[in-house]
């Protein structure tokens, strides 16, 4: 395993000063989301299986974090437990600085309805609303409605402007994923995870989909964590994690390409195979942009 140290942005604290105090955010701009010392742990006595191991990250305004690693590493969990969908065995996960372990049920649904948006690879949409009716459900949901314009504008944002009237059925695979990231953001929510958002496209439609993602980043500011195995798609993040039984091991930035990321997970597969994982169960943290810390 290589433990590497890549340049931290020019205004942020060296990452291995955040990975060992990774602190409070400031009030005037909580974190999006941080995951502190996360495990999680199926089933009880001998057929217990832990999933998360203590994982410790921070996923800072603006950026795009893909999260890779082998089949069973981890990464489902570790998305269901940052979005507030599952609830962690031990450790704390904060969405805005937020502790979700202090909601109740009915606060926790709330906050994940307003400040958390997700995609999934299968879409989900609701098939008999139309992509206009299933983007406004997040807001109808939450008892509001939208302002006039606001839906059309949000399908217009994502090249659906000639769409609002169709239900899912009606509409392509890349369309369908459109209508969702749609309906993901119009609460503009602090973090956008999406979990395999390009498994179902060909590959055509799947870089449409991931140029989007970029520049809800680029030009919004969103903060998004996106689980794939696909290297391509890793490229478009800035920053991109490898899970290994539960840990975080390895990390490297998305611009390094494809290539690349493809062989650090073929090392890391070829590292994990046949093993019980060879990585600690104490914790770990990987922290900030571009920096490792197995
Ligand atoms: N509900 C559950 N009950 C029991 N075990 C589970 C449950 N969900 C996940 N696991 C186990 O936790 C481990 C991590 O699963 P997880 O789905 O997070 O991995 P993954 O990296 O997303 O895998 P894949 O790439 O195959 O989707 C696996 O060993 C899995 O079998």
Redesign the pocket.
């Known amino acids: 395993m290589t433990t590497e140290q890549t340049t931290p942005q020019a205004n942020e604290p060296a990452a291995e000063h955040l990975a060992e105090r990774p602190g409070p955010p400031t009030p005037a701009e909580p974190t999006p989301v941080e995951l502190r010392g996360v495990e999680k742990r ?2 009880e006595g001998e057929r217990a ?1 832990t ?1 998360l191991r203590g994982v410790s990250l921070r996923f800072v305004r603006g950026t795009m974090t893909a999260v890779m ?1 082998p ?8 998305l269901h437990c940052a979005a507030g969908m599952e609830r962690p065995t031990r450790g704390s996960v904060l969405v805005d600085g937020v502790a979700l372990g202090d909601l109740s049920e009915d606060a926790l649904t709330v906050l994940r309805r307003e400040r958390i948006g997700f995609v999934f690879q299968s879409f989900n949409l609701v098939s008999a609303l139309t992509a206009a009716q299933n983007v406004e459900l997040p807001l109808r949901l939450a008892g509001r409605r939208a302002r006039p314009g606001e839906v059309v504008a949000a399908l217009e944002r994502f090249g659906l402007g000639g769409r609002a009237g169709h239900r899912p059925s009606e509409l392509s695979g890349g369309q369908q994923q459109r209508v969702a990231l749609a309906r993901a953001v119009i609460t503009r929510p602090a973090v956008l995870f999406a979990d395999e958002p390009t498994g179902a496209l060909d590959t055509h439609t799947s870089r449409g989909v991931l140029r989007l993602l970029r520049e809800l980043v680029d030009v919004h500011e969103q903060t998004i964590v996106m ?1 794939t ?1 696909d290297p391509a798609a890793a490229a478009y993040a800035d920053r991109v994690v490898l ?1 290994a039984d539960g840990l975080p091991v390895s990390e490297l930035p998305g611009s390094d390409g494809a290539e690349a990321i493809a062989a650090r997970m073929a090392g890391l597969e070829e590292s994990t195979a046949g093993t019980a994982g060879p990585y600690p169960a104490s914790g770990s943290a990987v922290e900030g942009r571009g920096a490792v810390r197995p």
């Open positions: 199926y089933g299986v999933a690693g089949s069973g590493s981890g990464k489902s969990t570790l689980v195995h899970l």
